[in-house]
Nanobody, 115 residues
């Protein structure tokens, strides 16, 4: 199973930006799919964005135009650039990886957007 570690959460004012990163380790193979999910307070976990094969992306409607997902050349690190943040983006953000039929999750990083 792939081990995932996230970095980059924190407190930001509305309209600001944050960049999350997540490194994958523990496998000699790169994940087929990596991505980000989030869980707002009192709500279920929801998709933010995924990237497959290092280039095919999928975004939740709320993320389109504001968030950008990308990977590095080795495809073992995934980034989430978040711009024009809103208070409703406040959530715990989880890194996700899919490799050979198995899902892995990071421990989560808190993003808080103040109004």
């Amino acid at each position: 199973q792939v081990h995932l570690e996230e970095f980059g959460g924190g407190l930001v004012q509305a309209g600001g930006s944050l960049r999350l990163s997540c490194g994958a380790s523990g496998s000699k193979f790169s994940p087929n799919i990596m991505g980000w999910y989030r869980q707002p307070p009192g709500n279920e976990r929801e998709l933010v964005a995924t990237i497959a094969g290092g280039e095919s992306t999928n975004y939740a409607d709320f993320a389109k135009g504001r968030f950008t997902i990308s990977t590095d050349n080795a495809k073992n690190t995934v980034y989430l650039q978040m711009n024009s943040l809103k208070p409703e983006d406040t959530a715990v953000y989880y890194c996700y990886a899919y490799l050979f039929g198995r899902e892995s999750w990071g421990q989560g990083t808190q993003v808080t957007v103040s109004s």
